[in-house]
């Protein structure tokens, strides 16, 4: 059993051809002849028939295979309808597939020539044509879901042969304002820059450059105002083999590029998905912006104003770095390949982990292996250099934690002794400071201090000189005083520049070292009880010497 379809197009004022009478002559518009006016499609089998609302002169009939492959072109004479069979047409039949057609009528032929008086031809009007255009499915051999879009264009034949859109649309429309000769326009496909019909690509524009060879150029111009209302310009096409978008802001003005795309660009420079995503050098980009670069060794990606420029980059030894280019390049931050997890995390507190997820601390360093050290380091020899400064609105102090026996040492400042200057140490387990050294250079320790006097320590060993020594003591001049920094405690002893002068002994002629002083009471002690044990001997032979 054969199929039929039949289907009618309504054409309203809006779609139909709005054109001056002037144009059409007895005639009329040819809006009056089509509007709330319909064509009707008849579709039995293989037989395509068509009845148009209006009269026409000729008509041509194009239909292309998927793929722009044209199966056949067929003009029909002065009418209300056109006809043809698929068989009659297509040598065994057409295959199954989707094609596209385009049906061009000519309503009202071209003015004769005429000769001017200088002996030049003139063809004052061009033809009148509509066209429309559509889709049908091939099935079986037989024709099935024909399609007519709701659209169709006015078009008028260029002096030159080829067709041209109007630039009216208004009920008053004229052809005045042609475009350029050679542009073609149709309800499913177009083609501009060319009066060929071999150039048409069903379902598609296609633009044809103006000139030849690398100057080449196939643009769409946009432009808001009139020339004399200083427009706005804007040019998307092709130069050469490069493509982009241009603008222009005045008329003959320069144009700058805004977008563009070499004509060498690689394959998937920029793709964006379904989903949103965008990929630039890879086709399937797995995250919002995934960047691939066409080089195996590194992917960048600059960042630069005036004067200041860095690149984020992957790749080689560095793994992934920022660099800054101004100037000499340097890396100022880089994770290399392997990275443990939680290398660096910043919680939402502001909280920094080396090596932890959750800090619980401004700065937590957390390793398994042995490996947890912090390292301050100055290349630059300097005298005086604080590597390690903390700062606080109060005392200030830091801790070591045992975690195998719980226990704690503080190191902190003030808070003992009515001294808020003072630096302490403080066994956390126990009550009190361990060590407490005031401001005034006052130490103050719980237990015993014991100096290094060990003789593996000591060379330039020799005896002391014991009549010199207790010389040097007998000139010595002990005294009572006070520190300045402390001037309420009492004090006694020898000035250090005294003692330096007589032994020499100790770092210099303001100090005194407490083991060089002890040294020499213990000389005195020993030759104190060297004397008195000399008395004790003399006492005892003189009271022999008595009782004999």
Do not use: C
Not at 37 to 51: A, E, K, R
Not at 59 to 68: I, K
Not at 114 to 132: C, L, N, R
């Amino acid at each position: 059993m054969k199929r039929v379809f039949r289907k009618k197009l309504l054409v309203s004022a809006i779609g139909g051809i709005l054109l001056a009478s002037s144009q059409l002559g007895a005639t009329g518009s040819i809006q009056d002849l089509v509007e709330k006016q319909d064509f009707f499609f008849d579709v039995t089998g293989t037989q395509l028939d068509l009845v148009a609302p209006f009269d026409f002169e000729s008509a041509e009939l194009r239909v292309r295979q998927r793929g722009n492959t044209e199966v056949w072109t067929k003009t029909f004479g002065p009418g209300t309808g056109i006809s043809a069979n698929l068989l009659d047409l297509v040598e065994g039949g057409i295959e199954d597939s989707r094609y596209t057609y385009e049906i061009r009528f000519v309503l009202v032929g071209a003015d004769p020539a005429v000769t001017e008086d200088d002996g030049v031809d003139t063809q004052t009007t061009p033809p009148i044509t509509y066209q429309t255009s559509g889709r049908f499915n091939v099935v079986n051999g037989e024709i099935s879901n024909i399609a007519i879009p709701g659209d169709r264009s006015a078009v008028a034949a260029a002096p030159d042969g080829g067709f041209a859109l109007s630039s009216k649309s208004d009920g008053d429309a004229s052809l005045d304002n042609i475009t350029d000769p050679g542009n073609l326009a149709v309800g499913g496909y177009g083609v501009f820059g060319s009066d060929d019909p071999g150039d048409i690509i069903g379902g598609k524009v296609r633009i044809l450059p103006s000139g030849t060879g690398s100057s080449a150029y196939a643009n769409v111009t946009v432009q808001s105002f009139a020339d004399n209302d200083d427009p706005y310009i804007w040019h998307f096409g092709t130069t050469g083999g490069d493509f982009g978008l241009q603008r222009q802001r005045t008329i003959g003005g320069a144009k700058t590029t805004v977008l563009g795309i070499e004509e060498d660009a690689p394959a998937s420079s920029l793709v964006i998905t379904d989903s949103g995503r965008i990929g630039l050098g890879t086709a399937t980009p797995n995250e919002a912006l995934h960047v691939n670069s066409p080089n195996s060794n590194i992917a960048r990606i600059k960042i630069e104003n005036t004067g200041t420029a860095y690149d984020l980059s992957t790749g080689g030894l560095s793994g992934f770095r920022i660099r800054e280019l101004t100037g000499p390049t340097r890396t100022i931050f880089g994770i290399q390949p392997g990275a443990p997890s939680s290398s660096l995390m910043i919680g939402a507190d502001g909280n920094v982990g080396l090596g932890v997820t959750n800090a619980n601390e401004a700065l937590v360093v957390r390793r398994t292996d042995g490996s947890a050290r912090i390292r301050v380091q100055e290349t630059q020899a300097i005298d005086v250099n604080q590597q390690f400064v903390m700062r606080h609105n109060g005392n200030t102090g830091f801790r070591f934690e045992n975690t195998r026996d719980n226990s704690e040492w503080q190191f902190r400042t003030g808070g003992a002794e009515g001294s808020s200057t003072a630096f302490i140490i403080n066994y956390a387990q126990q009550s009190g400071p361990e060590f407490f050294l005031s401001s005034s250079g006052n130490l103050t320790v719980k237990g015993t201090v014991s100096g290094g006097s060990s003789r593996e320590t000591k060379t330039n060993i020799t005896n002391i000189g014991v009549e010199r020594a207790i010389e040097g003591l007998m000139k010595l001049d002990l005294h009572e005083w006070s520190y300045i920094n402390s001037p309420e405690k009492v004090h006694v002893g020898p000035m250090a520049e005294d003692f330096h002068e007589i032994f020499g002994y100790g770092g210099g002629p303001t100090q005194i070292a407490p083991a060089d002083l002890a040294s020499l009471a213990l000389v005195a002690a020993q030759e104190l009880m060297r004397t008195n044990n000399e008395l004790k001997e003399r006492i005892k032979n003189l009271e022999l010497r008595t009782e004999g």
